[in-house]
């Protein structure tokens, strides 16, 4: 089970950072990823990390503010989000996958079959 925290309200420039904390089963191996989602809009791809750390993904439109980060020893993952945006407002997700992608595949919700239950971010403007 993945429990996502660390939303909440915030202003445009200001900074968030979401925890995604694992209980259940041990996640340390699975790859993680974070997702979000407005209403009315397909859930869309936010970051990705790889079991290890070594490996990191970001959407174009998140890269240089936000940054993901792990802690297996926590079984947690993090997303900082910095110089935040109205247009980041939404409900933010995190996903693991116990089949590491490959390819273009980190960016697809279909390659992720653990989820969270989301967290909600509002940036005012």
């Known amino acids: 089970q993945l429990q996502a925290s660390g939303g909440g309200l915030v202003q445009a420039g200001g900074s968030l950072r979401l925890s995604c904390a694992a209980s259940?089963?041990?996640?340390?191996?699975?790859?993680k990823g974070w997702f979000r989602q407005t209403p009315g809009k397909e859930r869309e791809f936010v970051a990705a990390?790889?079991?290890?750390?070594?490996?990191?993904y970001y959407a174009d439109s998140v890269k240089g503010r936000f940054t993901i980060s792990r802690d297996n020893a926590k079984n947690t993952v993090y997303l900082q989000m910095n110089s935040l945006k109205p247009e980041d407002t939404a409900v933010y997700y995190c996903?693991?996958?116990?089949?590491?992608?490959?390819?273009?595949?980190?960016?697809?919700?279909?390659?992720?079959?653990?989820w969270g239950q989301g967290t909600l971010v509002t940036v005012s403007s």
């Open positions: 996903a693991a996958t116990d089949t590491a992608p490959s390819g273009s595949n980190w960016y697809r919700v279909i390659a992720y079959n653990y």
């Open positions: 259940g089963r041990t996640f340390s191996s699975y790859a």
């Open positions: 990390i790889s079991w290890s750390g070594g490996s990191t």
